[in-house]
């Protein structure tokens, strides 16, 4: 079972920014797609960004021009750069791994979440 831990949340304000990181541990290299999630208090959790094996990504609209995903697959790490942040990015963001077990069933795995506050 691959462990997955996030980091790099916290309070900033409006217009700063703010990298995420999340290691696993296990190779990301192993995994299909990886991404990034976020959920707002009293809100369903929204896709924020994915990386697919091959390296094409997906921006949710409400984040295209402003985030950007990367991964090191060096040292198992998936990133979120963020950048000009708005009060409405306050949320708890989550990171996503999936790839398919040996009998092809599919795996998923979340890490706990870190707190991003950004304060207007």
Known sequence: QAQVVESGG???QAGGSLRLSCTTS???SSF???????????KQRDMVATIFNGGSTNYADFVKGRFAI??????HTLY???SS????DTAVYYCHFFRFGA???GRDYWGKGTLVTVSS
């Open 70 to 75: 990367s991964r090191d697959n060096a040292n």
């Open 85 to 88: 942040l708005k009060s409405e």
């Open 103 to 105: 009998l092809g069933e």
């Open 32 to 42: 299909h797609v990886m991404g990034w999630y976020r959920q707002a208090p009293g």
């Open 26 to 28: 296990i190779s990301i």
């Open 80 to 82: 979120l750069q963020m």
């Open 10 to 12: 916290g309070l900033v």
